[in-house]
């Protein structure tokens, strides 16, 4: 099973403020990673899917970056409704993984 | 307007079975694959099985022989049937769409989860 490591597990900003999280997958899985945010209660929703690509309706203030192994989500100038748990996920292979998740706590 | 509403989550005890439901609407089930996805209490995400759009299966090891997916054309529904269950599938579990052209599984629409609590 591919392991996706996610960091950091929680993060405290100040609305506006840049934020950074990062995954790094066991092995190489080219782009194939997507990235979701899942606020309090709700179901998860579609960020970044390819690594890069913004879904459609989604803030353009959310950017993916990475190939490979190392990959990045940056939410820039932190709003408050970004208040959230984000998670990454590969699509190389089955099983299908996610990272840990990282909960983005506003200050 | 795409859309996945679930049923029929609720409290078993271990070694029972219990059957999810996700009605979608907006798409057609013959070209899109569903999964199930799962989320135990304050953990993360974890991916359960897959649906494909011409029907087939594929498990993750700890369900594989005690879950089957299954669906009804005629009732735009898709089914977690879930058998000898055990404290450890405890959880939220949610139904999700496949990204229609991506090619790839990335998750663009969701159902609303089902809380499944095996507890004795």
């Known amino acids: 099973d591919i392991q996706m490591t996610q960091s950091p597990s929680s993060v405290s900003a100040s609305v506006g403020d840049r934020v950074t999280i990062t995954c790094r997958a066991s092995?190489?899985?080219?782009?194939?990673v997507a990235w979701y945010q899942q606020k309090p209660g709700k179901a998860p929703t579609l960020l970044i899917f390819?690594?890069?690509s913004l879904q459609d309706g989604v803030p353009s203030r959310f950017r993916g970056s990475g190939s490979g192994t190392d990959f990045t989500l940056t939410i820039n100038s932190l709003q408050p409704e970004d208040l959230a748990t984000y998670f990454c996920?590969?699509?190389?292979?089955?099983?299908?993984?996610f990272g840990g998740g990282t909960k983005v706590e506003i200050k | 307007q795409v859309s996945l509403v679930q049923s029929g989550g609720r409290v078993v005890q271990p070694g029972t079975s219990l059957r999810l439901s996700c009605v979608v609407s907006?798409?057609?089930?013959?070209?899109?694959?569903v999964h199930w996805v799962r989320q135990a209490p304050g953990r993360g995400l974890e991916w359960v099985a897959l649906?494909?759009?011409?029907?087939?299966?594929h498990y993750r090891d700890s369900v594989q022989g005690r879950f089957t997916v299954s669906r009804d054309l005629s009732r735009n529904t898709v089914s977690l049937q879930m058998n000898d269950l055990r404290h450890e599938d405890t959880g939220v579990y949610f139904c999700?769409?496949?990204?229609?052209?991506?090619?790839?599984?990335?998750?663009?629409?969701w159902g609303q989860g089902s809380l499944v609590t095996v507890s004795s």
């Open positions: 390819g690594a890069t």
């Open positions: 907006g798409f057609s089930l013959s070209n899109t694959a």
């Open positions: 996920q590969e699509a190389k292979s089955f099983p299908l993984t």
């Open positions: 092995e190489a899985i080219n782009n194939w």
């Open positions: 649906l494909s759009s011409v029907g087939n299966n």
């Open positions: 999700t769409r496949r990204r229609p052209v991506s090619g790839v599984d990335y998750f663009d629409s």
